[in-house]
């Protein structure tokens, strides 16, 4: 199968930051977007109505940021791995065909299509197990953020405003990562079904080509 598109545009990216900035003309899905605003207005209610001292959602917010990295990366190492796999059993002939359609809505390949919906989710993951991270290197007791706090007027309300944004970020983030674990796995689904409609249709083509040439 001869390409009729430039090769070219298939390695345009050089970094993952490149590609992040690619995908941002598709849209989250509607339940995507909605659920995790929800979530997040409720999380906003939540830190002004709670009874939690500071103190309680400080110690919420550490352990939060802690079981988030840890979990945020061991399921990311697990999407790379059933990532590769695909990927690498994805026939050369599909790939080339999609990368010569391109998207309606937003006028990508649909090889880049596809495949940046797989790689945005990774870069989800990796955002929060940085967001963690550094709630965990700096946000500890007698820790940089505390000490420079410190320094500053009105630290406790400061401090207060700080924590409050971490709780909603950090489980906010929970809530996202799940909604897009849930639509990764749906487009892991879709990726394979074209895979086997695309072997299908192909069989069946040959075959009735081959009807046709005896009947001839």
Same mark, same amino acid.
């Given at each position: ?18 590609? +992040?900035? @690619?995908?941002?003309? *598709?849209? &989250?899905?509607?339940?995507? $977007? ?6 997040? #207005? ?82 989800? +993951?990796? @955002?929060?197990?940085? *967001?963690? &991270?550094?709630?965990?290197? $700096? ?6 953020? #505390? ?70």
């Amino acid at each position: 199968m001869n390409p009729t598109f430039d090769p070219g545009i298939l390695t345009q990216e050089k970094k993952l930051w490149d590609i +992040y900035v @690619a995908s941002r003309c *598709i849209p &989250l899905s509607r339940f995507n $977007f909605w659920s995790t605003t929800i979530v997040c #207005a409720l999380l906003t209610a939540n830190t002004l109505i709670s009874s939690y001292t500071l103190t309680d959602t400080i110690v919420l917010v550490r352990e939060a940021s802690t079981t988030g990295l840890v979990l945020s990366l061991s399921t990311l190492g697990f999407l790379i791995a059933g990532f590769t796999i695909f990927a690498t059993i994805t026939q050369p002939d599909l790939s080339l065909a999609l990368a010569q359609v391109p998207e309606r809505k937003t006028n990508l390949p649909y090889l880049k299509y596809t495949y940046f919906l797989f790689l945005r989710v990774f870069i989800y +993951y990796l @955002a929060f197990a940085a *967001i963690c &991270l550094l709630i965990v290197m $700096f946000g500890h007791s007698g820790g940089l953020l #505390a000490a420079v706090l410190s320094l500053l007027p009105n630290a406790g309300c400061i401090q207060l405003l700080l924590v409050k944004l971490s709780y909603v970020v950090v489980y906010t983030g929970y809530f996202f990562l799940v909604v897009q674990l849930k639509s990764f796995i749906y487009n892991i689904y879709m990726a394979v079904m074209t895979s086997l409609r695309w072997q299908a249709e192909k069989i069946m083509a040959e075959e009735e080509s081959a009807e046709k040439a005896t009947v001839v």
